[in-house]
């Protein structure tokens, strides 16, 4: 079994899926010699226990194996983990016929390596997949940072008239919105934070944001702890508030704006908390999204599914295309905006929506 402390995977790790044991071998000695740490399986039912315990940059994986075939495999990955949405995945086959190529990259492979494998062309795909992700990877953490940015000058307003001024512009966004101080007190709440909060949803508002029920009050006290925290800058915190009867869940999300400066006159907010209802159409405009993330027209109305609560195969129907085509927007999603998780990417989208509206009316009001 490969021990991540044992290697140096600075060029990153690689599954190889393949059954026959001398080729399986004399790959994984290539990628072992060119620096990359190795996780080997047999069959596909090994190479699915491999992937749900480990995560790994790339995946080899042969089409014909034992138990689950390649297909079947790659199917599973998608359907199970969505943050190995953007892990290359590369089949290994014996066979160029189009249909085997047509068919995984229908079910989103990334490469195909025809058998007797050519190891300069291994090495060179491996190397151009990974390099793709890390751009992507890349690009998406310097917009989030950007996202993140905008918000920090919005702590940097020294008028308390102006910081009234721009969040104001929070009450035109439809999800709950509030502003924490570094103790986690409450500086500015939207109207449908403030609509949200409410004994009906389990929740109260009063200097602070807390849950009327035992089980849920800790969980949403540590959630918000973790977001003020100052090293949990680039960190989104999620938490699904259960409510009564048979109404969806509430989700909360929550991230750090950064350390509070001593420099300023006025209570800084230190974090964002947002509250949305997936009973709620959360009307944020589609051009926004996509100009915020360089999305697609399709993306971006994905993306605005996926907040207001929409599984795949309503977001299917809604917009006319197969859970296939949605599958394969929402990993460009996940790639676009560095998230892994669905959570994740609503609280991207909400956050980043919100961000806008502040910027637009901070540069309104300069």
């Known amino acids: 079994m490969w021990n991540p402390a044992d290697h140096d995977t600075q060029l990153g790790v690689i599954l190889c899926a393949e059954d026959q ?22 069959n596909g039912d090994e190479t699915l226990r491999q992937i749900h315990a480990a995560t790994p940059d790339l995946i080899l994986c042969d089409i014909n194996m034992p138990g689950p ?20 995945f590369v089949f290994l086959t014996a066979l160029s016929d189009a249909r085997e190529v047509v068919e995984g990259k229908r079910l989103g492979a990334d490469d195909y390596l025809v058998k007797p494998v050519d190891f300069d062309l291994l090495l060179a795909t491996v190397e151009a997949r990974l390099r793709q992700v ?5 690009k998406a953490a310097r917009e989030v940072n950007e996202l993140r940015c905008a918000m920090a000058r919005l702590r940097q307003q020294t008028s308390s008239r102006a910081f009234d001024s721009a969040t104001r512009a929070l009450d035109l966004v439809a999800p709950g919105m509030l502003l924490l101080d570094v103790r ?5 709440a939207n109207r449908a934070a403030r609509a ?8 109260q508002l009063s200097d602070t944001l807390v849950s009327t029920h035992p089980a849920r009050a ?20 999620c938490l699904r508030l259960p409510r009564q009867g048979e109404r969806r869940d509430l ?19 230190t974090a964002v908390v947002v509250l949305a209802d997936p009973e709620q159409r959360t009307h944020m405009p589609q051009e926004v999204i996509a100009h915020l993330f ?16 929409l599984r795949t195969e309503q977001i299917a129907t809604r917009m006319g295309i197969t859970s296939t085509t949605v599958a394969f927007h929402l990993r460009n999603l996940f790639q676009k905006t560095s998230t892994h998780r669905q959570a994740e990417l609503i609280a991207v989208i909400l956050t980043g929506a919100m961000t806008a509206a502040l910027e637009q009316k901070a540069v309104g009001h300069r």
């Open 294 to 309: 360089g999305l697609t027209p399709t993306e971006a109305r994905i993306a605005l599914a996926l907040a207001d609560g």
């Open 218 to 237: 800790q969980q949403l006290r540590h959630t918000i702890r973790l977001a003020l925290a100052a090293d949990s800058e680039q960190e989104v915190h």
């Open 196 to 203: 949200l909060a409410c004994a009906d949803n389990g929740l």
């Open 21 to 42: 044991d001398s080729l399986r071998t004399d790959i994984c000695d290539e990628l072992r010699e060119a620096g990359y740490g190795v996780l080997e399986a047999t």
């Open 184 to 188: 986690g007190r409450v500086l500015f």
């Open 69 to 88: 075939n390649g297909y079947e495999v790659l199917a599973e990955i998608r359907r199970q983990r969505p943050d190995l949405a953007d892990t290359p």
């Open 251 to 269: 989700l909360l999300i929550a991230c750090s704006l950064g350390a509070e400066s001593d420099d300023l006159p006025m209570p800084q907010p």
């Open 134 to 138: 890390r751009r992507m990877r890349d």
